[in-house]
């Protein structure tokens, strides 16, 4: 079986992705959060989904030979995502456009969804984190994971990685 799990985020996740730079740039007290492009659009799948996933497609005979998305089936905006975040933190923020992480022309990956259909249908998986209120419940998840002073010290929110 091939497994395409989409945009995996949560507690541990490298600070090459958005919503770690978000919630650092916030839980570091920035008022002003620098980012790329804000209107591409992702699926954002909380680890714990991701993993289940993958469990669901490795123990079922009906995922032989077949290619299996696993995604929330729930898109949301960069933009969106960063004023979710801000909510759930308790914080008024301001995007800005930070030229630096901009992707070079012809680069951007403008809307990433997962049908997740067969997933449910070939393999009985379907997010627990999906939906707008799924994903609030694992930004929180995420939030409250790198807001404990032992993870978030590991964290530079002044760096854009790469």
């Known amino acids: 079986a091939v497994i395409r799990p989409f945009n995996t985020y949560g507690p541990r996740q490298s600070a090459r992705a958005v919503i770690p730079t978000i919630i650092t740039q916030i839980a570091k007290g920035k008022e002003n959060i620098k980012l790329g492009s804000i209107h591409p659009t992702r699926d954002f799948n909380y680890i714990k989904d991701t993993v289940n996933g993958f469990i669901a497609v490795a123990e079922s005979y009906h995922s032989i030979g077949q290619v299996i998305n696993i995604g929330s089936n729930y898109e949301i905006s960069i933009g969106d995502t960063t004023e979710l975040i801000a909510e759930i933190m308790g914080c008024k923020i301001n995007i800005l456009t930070d030229d630096a992480r901009m992707r070079p022309d012809n680069s951007e990956v403008e809307r990433l969804w997962a049908a997740n259909e067969k997933a449910k249908k070939l393999i009985n998986?379907?997010?627990?984190?999906?939906?707008?209120?799924?994903?609030?419940?694992?930004?929180?998840?995420?939030?409250?994971?790198?807001?404990?002073p032992e993870n978030l010290c590991q964290y530079k929110d002044y760096v854009y990685n790469i």
Request: proline residues 4%; aromatic residues 20%; glycine residues 16%.
């Open 125 to 148: 998986w379907e997010p627990k984190y999906g939906g707008r209120e799924g994903f609030k419940r694992g930004l929180q998840e995420t939030v409250d994971w790198f807001t404990k």
